[in-house]
């Protein structure tokens, strides 16, 4: 994936942009409709977009937080531990057009990975952009495991660099909606 093309996301609904290198985990294995989960080809490093149901009964910060909890749930992770909770400056987004709120947290998680007993840290980077007029509680989720000295996937020099939080604002600020139909009749 080229580092300044969008790729689209949703059937085309919406598309951001990547980091060099990144590999659309759909091609590789199932993944739900309302995600979008993209790896590093040589970390356990990943991106995911998700479109989620508004959770209204939480706002400002909180709502990050809840997002944040209900993550580290899903995944089953034993330590929860939120690092901070920033406003994202709405006027650098592309979808500063319905995005009514946004916020970026960061955070570790304790999980275990599929199959395996023994959990590790995990750093949690994540968006909130809220749009309520869809409904639509916008996640996006850097998953920054610790490295591991598993070999790389090609030769080193071949290989892209790890992704790091520039890569995350990237993909953030350049998430555009192309149609509002993902989100149904209006």
Same mark, same amino acid.
């Given at each position: 994936?080229?580092?300044?093309?969008?790729?689209?996301?949703?059937?085309?609904? =919406?598309?951001?942009?990547? #980091?060099?290198?990144?590999?659309?985990?759909?091609?590789?294995?199932?993944?739900?409709? %309302?995600?979008?989960?993209?790896?590093?080809?040589?970390?356990?490093?990943?991106?995911?977009?998700?479109? !989620?149901?508004?959770?209204?009964?939480?706002?400002?910060?909180?709502?990050?937080?809840?997002?944040?909890?209900?993550?580290?749930?899903?995944?089953?992770?034993?330590?929860?531990?939120?690092?901070?909770?920033? #406003?994202? %400056? !709405?006027?650098?987004?592309?979808?500063?057009?319905?995005?009514?709120?946004?916020?970026? !947290?960061?955070? $570790?998680?304790?999980?275990? $990975?599929? %199959?395996?007993?023994?959990? $590790? +840290?995990?750093?949690?980077?994540?968006?909130?952009?809220?749009?309520?007029?869809?409904?639509? +509680?916008?996640?996006?989720? =850097?998953?920054? #495991? #610790?490295?591991?000295?598993?070999?790389?996937?090609? &030769?080193?020099?071949?290989?892209?660099?790890?992704? %790091?939080?520039?890569?995350?604002?990237?993909?953030?600020?350049?998430?555009?909606?192309?149609? &509002?139909?993902?989100?149904? &009749?209006?």
């Amino acid at each position: 994936m080229e580092p300044t093309t969008a790729y689209p996301l949703f059937g085309g609904a =919406f598309s951001a942009v990547f #980091p060099r290198g990144a590999i659309d985990v759909s091609d590789l294995r199932p993944v739900p409709d %309302n995600q979008e989960v993209f790896c590093h080809p040589r970390t356990d490093q990943s991106l995911i977009v998700e479109l !989620l149901e508004l959770q209204a009964h939480v706002q400002g910060e909180a709502a990050a937080r809840y997002h944040f909890e209900d993550v580290g749930r899903v995944q089953g992770s034993r330590v929860l531990q939120v690092e901070s909770v920033q #406003p994202l %400056n !709405l006027e650098s987004l592309a979808l500063r057009g319905c995005c009514q709120e946004a916020w970026v !947290l960061s955070g $570790k998680q304790q999980v275990a $990975k599929e %199959n395996q007993q023994v959990a $590790k +840290d995990v750093i949690l980077h994540q968006a909130l952009l809220r749009v309520p007029q869809y409904q639509t +509680d916008l996640l996006v989720t =850097f998953n920054h #495991p #610790p490295p591991d000295n598993r070999s790389s996937l090609g &030769p080193e020099g071949l290989s892209p660099p790890s992704w %790091n939080l520039g890569d995350f604002e990237q993909l953030v600020t350049s998430l555009t909606l192309h149609d &509002p139909n993902i989100f149904g &009749p209006q």
